[in-house]
Structures are given as C-alpha cells and as structure tokens.
C-alpha cells in the first residue's frame, strides 16, 4: 500500500506514463457543484424518494403528471449549476493532452460547461428531449415550456407525439454513448474513476477493462483491491494536489 505522502506522486507517474488514459466520473464530483450525491449515505437524494419512481420510464409514460410533478423537477435543479475546480481541472487535462476523453454517468452538463470536449454522456443529459415518434430534438426549456403550459406530457410541434428528457431513466437502454465509451476504454492503459461508488451496472463493468486504475472517491468501491491508487478526499482536493506533481515533472 501507498503511504498517503506519495499517492499524488504515484498518481501523477502513472497518468504521465500511460499511452492512453480515460477518465470515469460519477455524482461525487458534481457535490461540489451543489447537486446532491444520489447515494452516499445521510446525504443521497434517494433517500428522500424511490429513483425506480421518480426517473422511470414506466412512469413517464403511464403517470407523466407524476414524473413531471417529481423527476422532471430533479432534472431541471441541475440546471444553473456551475463546475467546480475538479470539472476545470479535468478539461485543462485534456487540452494538455493527459487525457483522451471523460466517461460520465453525471446528467448535468458540467464537464461541457468547463471545457472538456470528448464527453461520452453514458446516462443521458439535461441539455434536450426528443420526440419518440419522430425524433425530433428540442431544447429542454421549450420542453418545460410546454409543461408549464399544463401540456402534460408535452407533445412534438413537427408530428404530434411525445416529448421526453434525452436522460437514461430506468428501464431505458443504454445509449450509443456508452458503446463509443466501452471502444474506448478498451484501447486504454489508464482509467482514473472519480466520484463514483461502482455499483451502477453496466458502466460498472468498464474499470475492468484497463491495466491501471486511480480512484478517487470518498467511499469505498468493489475495485479498490486492484487499483494502483485510491484516494480517498474530494474530487477538487486531490485532482489539485496530483496536478502539482504532474507540473512539477513536466518543469
């Protein structure tokens, strides 16, 4: 085991020393950003309502008052968030070229808002909604529009069908996004996980994939054992001290 002096710096040689690296993150680095953690313990967002509920399709579709009344509105929260240190940081990686690309399981857009460009969005995002019908693609304040309005649920202005959030609810499939991210990972040597407990199948399955691993999470997670270095602070607080490493390398 690492002694806690020199995970930084261990941290830092293997981004240096990787042919490719991709990053993972999950809600633990957006609870910087004010958006609540939707499962760490006394602080999770489902704690307070039953997600299968809130952000399923089956009630978008058979109850769309209901999901418009509750997980719609969980949705729109994100909307005015800002990014935090770890978001601009991880964009900066990317220009520096350290990092070839960040996989999110995060709905809320900041890795865009901060800069980073090649963004696989694995469950979605809050930025549109789509027809099912036709597919057409509108922005998600025309869709809440249409429900502040009292359309519920909001219909396609081109053929009359059904609006929806272009999120990943439960008992949706994945998207493309997610098969771009697996062939990406699959050509990786590195994959640094931030803010994500791991326990969310199948994005879960893509650690596996890599010969190294770097986790930052404040929790535990089922891949600590194998991983090269676990950190366990805030997404901002060790990105921040790994990139002093990697500044100092470069000099």
């Given at each position: ?5 020199n995970i930084y ?162 008992g949706d499939p ?44 404040k929790s535990e ?31």
């Amino acid at each position: 085991m690492i002694d806690n002096e020199n995970i930084y710096e261990k941290a830092a040689e293997l981004i240096e020393g990787s042919g490719k690296t991709v990053v993972l993150t999950g809600a633990g680095i957006s609870t910087e950003s004010g958006i609540p953690d939707f499962r760490s313990p006394g602080t999770g967002l489902w704690e307070k309502m039953d997600p299968m509920e809130a952000l399923s399709t089956r009630v978008l579709y058979s109850d769309p008052v209901k999901f418009y009344n509750n997980g719609f509105k969980i949705l729109l929260s994100m909307k005015d968030a800002k990014p935090n240190k770890a978001h601009y940081i991880l964009a900066q990686l990317e220009q520096d070229g350290l990092i070839s690309c960040v996989i999110t399981q995060n709905i809320d857009n900041l890795h865009q808002k901060a800069g980073s460009h090649k963004v696989f969005e694995v469950h979605g995002q809050t930025r549109t909604g789509s027809c099912i019908n036709c597919g057409e693609v509108v922005s998600i304040d025309l869709l809440n529009s249409k429900v502040e309005k009292g359309e519920i649920p909001p219909k396609c202005d081109k053929c009359n069908g059904i609006l929806r959030p272009d999120v990943v609810m439960f008992g949706d499939p994945m998207p493309e996004d997610f098969e771009k991210a697996w062939r990406e990972v699959e050509s990786s040597d590195l994959m640094i996980v931030i803010g994500s407990s791991l326990t969310v199948s199948p994005v879960n399955f893509l650690p596996g994939l890599v010969k190294h691993l770097i986790i930052i999470n404040k929790s535990e997670t089922p891949e600590d054992r194998r991983a090269d270095v676990v950190i366990r602070e805030s997404a901002g607080e060790a990105l921040s001290k790994i990139v002093r490493y990697l500044k100092t390398a470069k000099n």
